[in-house]
């Protein structure tokens, strides 16, 4: 793999797509998962299992089950997903690893944990705005975000858009209107690019790089994984924005005692 044309791109444009055998199989990996933990959820809800082998049409039925239903699985994945083994070590595979340093990390530190998302039909309450990933950190400025799409994505699902060059700003300064995302003030950048990856593929950008969630008028979740990147070798200050806490559940619990 040339990784001197990878680096080229991402300087340039702010992004780069790249290919490898090894991602299909891996988002294969991620795929199963999800569908073993949707259907321990299901008996939990004492709901009938889910056969259907093709990911997209999974996500077709939980999401009318949720609607028919109201017992929300794709939230319950929210909370439970993260900790699944597998999900959580997505970190640490080989060629993740290897695509950040070969782009320029010298040392690999994880930004936040592996990031899952279910966007899902019609909603807006979630979607996110331009934004920057930097904001999540503030560590390192060659920092890097890796991300691809679990289910197909056409125009209808809503796919990521991107803004080219933008990375070249720096910092912009942001908005929180709302608790469940941020958004730039300034909303300067008019021509994005939408993202369409193949099965073998993979979004890399430059954590600078402006984009958004599109808005999915499909009939089932968009899935996606994020993975985010800091470079020990570049922090402005040695932390970390990766961190470990307990959650809402487990805090709640500690104040009634």
């Known amino acids: ?15 780069v797509i790249i290919k490898s055998n090894l991602i299909p199989k891996i988002k294969n990996k991620i795929k199963n998962k999800i569908a073993q933990k949707i259907n321990f959820i299901l008996k939990k809800f004492k709901l009938n299992k889910i056969q259907s082998k093709n990911f997209d049409k999974l996500m077709i039925e939980i999401y009318k089950i949720d609607k028919k239903q109201k017992v929300n699985i794709i939230k319950s994945l929210y909370e439970i997903f993260p900790s699944e083994p597998l999900f959580y070590s ?4 080989k060629i993740f690893l290897n695509i950040s340093k ?4 010298k040392y690999p530190l994880i930004g936040t944990g592996p990031q899952i998302r279910f966007d899902r039909p019609k909603d807006k309450k979630f979607k996110t705005l331009k934004h920057q990933d ?4 503030f560590l390192s400025k060659n920092s890097i975000t890796i ?3 679990l289910t197909n994505v056409t125009n209808v699902d809503g796919p990521l858009t991107i ?4 990375h070249n700003e720096g910092t912009l300064n942001f908005l929180n209107k709302r608790k469940a995302t941020f958004e730039i ?19 890399v950008f430059n954590q600078f790089l402006v984009h958004k969630s599109g808005f999915n008028s499909s009939n089932k979740p968009r899935v996606s994984i994020q ?9 402005e200050k040695i932390t970390s924005s990766f961190k470990f806490a307990n959650s809402e559940f487990v805090i709640n619990k500690q104040k009634k005692l």
């Open 1 to 15: 793999m040339n990784y001197s044309n990878y680096r080229k791109d991402l300087a340039k444009n702010g992004y």
């Open 90 to 93: 997505l970190s640490i595979y």
């Open 102 to 105: 070969n782009l320029g990390i």
């Open 134 to 137: 930097f904001w999540y950190s």
């Open 147 to 149: 991300w691809f799409n």
């Open 163 to 166: 803004y080219e060059n933008s």
């Open 185 to 203: 003030k300034k909303n300067s950048y008019l021509k994005g690019k939408k993202i369409f990856l193949k099965k073998d593929e993979v979004l």
């Open 227 to 235: 993975l985010r990147f800091n470079d020990l070798f570049s922090l």
